[in-house]
């Protein structure tokens, strides 16, 4: 079992109940993708696997360890087996991009071998062997404010896949991207998650994208889980009901109007989709 | 494609490091760092001595009534020294900023003329007026209007030509003059910037004016002066009790002006309400309280008498002495003075830093507040007695009062970077230490680094008069030939002083280009 949420309650400070009665559970090498309206509590739910957030009430089981870790050092071994790709990419401007790529290991590597590396960089093989992945090699040592926003979100992503953890999460990762390079990217870590056996779960914006890529789909709403079915069983009405707060209309890759599935599945075919 | 294996830029790198240890160590060398005399017995039951004599601090009526006197005029010679460094200010900014210019022309006269100002340090202009008026405040004021009003017209220059230059520019363009468009283009977005600015400048003149009491020019330094040399502790602890409330006192000042100048205005005409015609009263009768209280012999400025004293005492100065003689000394004092000021700026940044690291900020702000607001000169009273004469004293003087500063300037700089990329290390698994080093510092290190090459700035002006109190350098030289009316000796040093503080600029304004 790669993490298991049961009555998941999550309150943010403000009082905001973000989540509430999730419970999720994930074997091992599973591929789950988070779909819902904007401010339905994808970002919550990934920050609770994630441990940046502590649920309020319900328990937790990630990778095997029971949530809230005993220690701290219990924690960020943990924690190093949990990749996480950011919605905004939290790289430093004056940072090297393989600087950067490299960081995905602090949590394994010894504490010497972190300093070190400011100095010179220690795994330049497996930084540009990760950044090859995004079609980035060429960027190995080029400053992050030398690069665009899609170019930066996919060091990010490449710094995810260097760290070769347990449990991916994703929060928005091909928002910054356009429709060609989001499904080659989402396809990636896919692929990645079941060549290594890992897990990975991802929150998308994009309908057509999870239902193409992913064999299993979560539906949240409200901070609550409305569906959580195999990719297949996923019908129009359902999505629908999903999204009726933001409109008749499903959010899409590729083009903003997109009223039934067979639509959105087709808007993927021309780039060749997941399945 | 050419696939590196290695590191592009190690060579760089490398040979960057390798510089900076080959300029560093001869400076090392020369600034006679020698931390083990800290703990030198001898040197510690000295100091031990003295610092024991602070308890308890003196709180005799009469030394009371003294202090409050000399603290009145103290905080009247730094207001009158930046009414009249304001009055200097305004017309200089005008004319050398490019701000409100359609073609960025530098005017170099007015450059020039702003260099002479800031490279002369306000203590040896505070000498030289006490050799012309004789002792007493208004040496110290005409100093601090004359050194502060060429940095402060420098940094609003600069100002005005930081914020976005587009207000104005469209102004030009639908025909305002370069000052409207200045006030109406560029002000608004520079207002609270150039407010905090005076306020800080007013608070470092509060500092500066004690230092020009140790040269006869009024106020808490002659105290403290005095108190030092009886060897006083208790008096030297009250002094610099009410000289920490000064300081402190100015810090909520700002503070205060500046959510004032954050907050909205009312919804009304006249922009001007209570609280803003308040300020402005108590800010012109501060300054007309200052004035009279300080009973400046000004207008005899004008006589003709005082004018064939101050030609005759110019003219002492030239020619300067060029003898080789004297050009090598001079030139040894120049290098102490720029070690002094290197190794004192490096020990700040570092202990500043370790200050300034955000998980042990709340016990240190105690800790950087008295550090700062004790001014360098005092200090290298304390270390003088602490390691002995030298350079090396210098440094430490200048390295703790610096390392407030920084320390201070610092914490800011590493709260208003972003937080982002060290968090997601955390989450990653990455300790604390290493989520700084690879998320919060490579963000923050422009802002650090161009707050300690300014502070460099600053301490070569600073390095070059630790040595009136034997603390090495050229102030040393300077101080000793001035007490034996050598004035054309006098006269070299004051022109290395300045040759030094341009060069340092430079280097400073290169180092900031390249470390970019």
Known sequence: ?275 | MNLARRDPAAGRRLQGAALALLVLWPLLQTAQVHPAALLDPSNLQVIGHFLAGFLPPETGAEFLHYLARATLETLAIATAGMALAWLLALPLAYLASAAGREQRSLNPVSRGVLTLLRGIPELVWALLFVRVFGLGPAAGVLALGLTYGGMLAKVVAEILESVDPLPAQALRLCGARRPVAILYGLLPQASKELASYTVYRWECAIRASVVMGFVGAGGLGQLMDQAMKMLNGGEAATILASFMLLVLGADALSGWLHRALDMPPAARASPWGWRSVGFVLAVLTGIAASVALLDMPLLGLFSTESVHSIAAFVTGFFPPDLSSDWLGKVLLGTWETLAISVVGTLLAAAAGLLMALPQWRLPWTGLLNTLRSVPELVWATLTVLAVGLGPFAGALALALHTAGVLGRLYAQALVNASAAPARALRLAGANGGLAFLYGTLPSAAPQLIAYTLYRWEMNIRMAAILGFVGAGGLGQLLYVELSLFHYAQASTVIIAMLALSMAVDQASAWLRIKMR
């Open chain 1, 1 to 275: 079992m790669s993490f298991q949420l049961n009555r998941v309650e999550l309150a943010h400070a403000n009082g905001f109940v973000a989540l509430q009665d999730i419970s999720l559970q994930a074997r091992a090498g599973e591929c789950l993708a988070l779909i819902g309206p904007s401010g339905a509590g994808k970002t919550s739910l990934l920050s609770v696997l994630g441990t940046a957030l502590a649920s309020r009430s319900g328990s937790a089981t990630v990778l095997g360890a029971t949530l809230p870790a005993s220690s701290p050092s219990a924690r960020r071994a943990l924690r190093a087996r949990i990749g996480t790709v950011h919605q905004a990419p939290p790289l430093p401007g004056r940072q090297r991009v393989v600087t950067a790529v490299l960081a995905g290991q602090l949590g394994q590597w010894p504490a010497w071998k972190s300093l070190a590396s400011l100095a010179y960089p220690m795994d330049i093989a497996g930084a540009r062997a990760a950044l090859e992945r995004v079609d980035l090699a060429d960027k190995l040592f080029a400053r992050c404010d030398a690069l665009s926003g899609g170019q930066l979100q996919r060091v990010g992503i490449a710094r995810v896949l260097y760290q070769q953890a347990d449990l991916v999460l994703a929060d928005e990762p091909v928002a910054a991207l356009d429709p060609v390079l989001a499904l080659a990217t989402v396809r990636l870590l896919v692929d990645d998650a079941a060549a290594r056996g890992a897990t990975l779960v991802a929150s998308l914006h994009a309908v057509d994208l999870a239902l193409n890529c992913f064999a299993r789909i979560v539906g949240i709403k409200a901070g609550r889980i409305a569906f959580d079915l195999p990719a297949r069983e996923v019908d129009d009405a359902l999505l629908h009901t999903l999204y009726a707060s933001e409109g008749q209309e499903l959010p899409t890759l590729a083009k903003p109007r997109s009223h039934t599935m067979a639509g959105a599945q087709h808007l993927v075919d021309p780039v060749a989709g997941c399945r």
